[in-house]
């Protein structure tokens, strides 16, 4: 979904007639991103995705039917198409496996302007989308972590928003069904310090379309955090007193979705300390990951850009488990602290 923001934001100011599809209700179709939706203009143009576009052409002539309705005092009119895939056309389609669905077809001009702004800047937002009975009509509302709505399904989107996982859900309501989509705040890797993981960092969050940034004083850290809280999640790679102490206080007195710091137990020591003198509590320090990232064996600066991006992935989800963190130095040259392949001995 959130890829779609641009370009619905520039149809939407052309007042291009045009209509948002996505799924309401599915099941099957194999590995797939659970907020793709498609956009499809009444000339028959599409921008977006879903399921490999086995059903564009029916989307495009049940948009071409949706339009043509015009709209009504009780809210914007909406479509819900089933369609189903099997057999040869789950090959044809370039699918894993076949599936079903119920697609909600609702005009453009019936989604608010600010759900995607929301998504263009990167926030944390979800849609609540709700359709009356008989599932012909549609009215969308944008719901942030800070909005005031009380209402039950402004409180489970809030709560979904809590999960840091894009997807759907729909509930049951007296006077119809409720569709929410989540789309949660876009994972910012702020790397202090520089380097060859930093850099490898920096890749890695690109293929999980993360954003990432280096940031090598305290004030730059600082700064980015404050620019979007629910995103940040600090990676201390500087073993510098002036850049790393500072950085992993502001996050965690900040309250940033993962905190992580590269670094030997004699380093960890020196952290931990310099942090206590500060009167960061016992209760904060024990958020912070370190040794860093996932103990899956990783040896080279690559593997172990995958295991800490692995480890935010996991945190974000609240996915982490004990058996899953690093287990203790073995005092052989065993486990890792760095997960760089490097022992304490070695200064890091």
């Known amino acids: 979904m959130r890829e779609l923001a641009e370009t619905a934001r520039r149809w939407a100011t052309e007042g291009r007639p045009a209509v948002l599809a996505r799924p309401l209700t599915e099941r099957g179709f194999g590995p797939r991103r659970p907020s793709d939706a498609l956009l499809v203009d009444a000339r028959g143009a599409t ?18 039917a949706l339009l043509g309705n015009g709209d009504s005092e009780d809210g914007a009119p909406a479509r819900v198409c089933a369609v189903v895939v099997h057999g040869d056309q789950v090959a044809a389609a370039g699918l894993t496996c076949g599936g079903q669905a119920e697609l909600l077809l609702q005009p453009l001009s019936a989604v608010p302007e600010r759900w995607w702004r929301l998504l263009a800047d990167g926030a944390d937002a979800a849609l609540v989308t709700r359709l009356n009975a008989d599932r012909t ?33 729909t509930l049951a309501a007296d006077d119809g069904p409720v569709l929410i989509e989540t789309c949660p705040a876009v994972p910012h890797l702020i790397i202090a310090g520089g380097g060859e993981l930093a850099a490898l960092l920096t890749a ?95 040896r080279t600066p690559a593997e172990t850009a995958l295991t800490i991006c692995a480890e935010v992935l996991a945190a974000l989800h609240a996915r982490l488990t004990r058996h899953a963190r690093r ?11 760095s997960g760089m392949g490097l022992t304490e001995s070695d200064g890091i």
Do not use: N
């Not at 209402?151 to 989107?157: N, Q, S």
């Open 204 to 298: 890695q969050a690109g293929l999980l379309d993360w954003r990432a940034t280096e940031a090598h004083t305290a004030r730059e850290v600082a700064e980015l955090i404050a620019a979007r809280p629910a995103a940040a999640c600090l990676i201390v790679l500087s073993h510098e007193p002036d850049l790393d102490v500072p950085a992993l206080r502001t996050a965690l007195t900040t309250g940033v979705p993962y905190v992580g710091a590269l670094g030997s137990r004699p380093t960890q020591a020196r952290r931990t300390a310099a942090l206590v003198e500060t009167g960061v509590s016992e209760e904060l320090l024990a958020r912070v990951h370190g040794p860093i990232g996932l103990d899956i064996g990783a």
């Open 137 to 169: 009509r549609a009215v969308s509302e944008p719901v942030t972590a800070d909005d005031g709505d009380a209402t039950p399904a402004a409180a489970e989107a809030r709560r979904l928003l809590a999960r840091h996982r894009a997807g759907r859900a």
């Open 327 to 337: 287990g203790p130095v073995r005092a052989r040259g065993g486990a890792d602290p």
């Open 47 to 64: 921008y977006g995705a879903l399921y490999r576009g086995a059903f564009d052409a029916l989307l495009v002539a049940e948009t071409a």
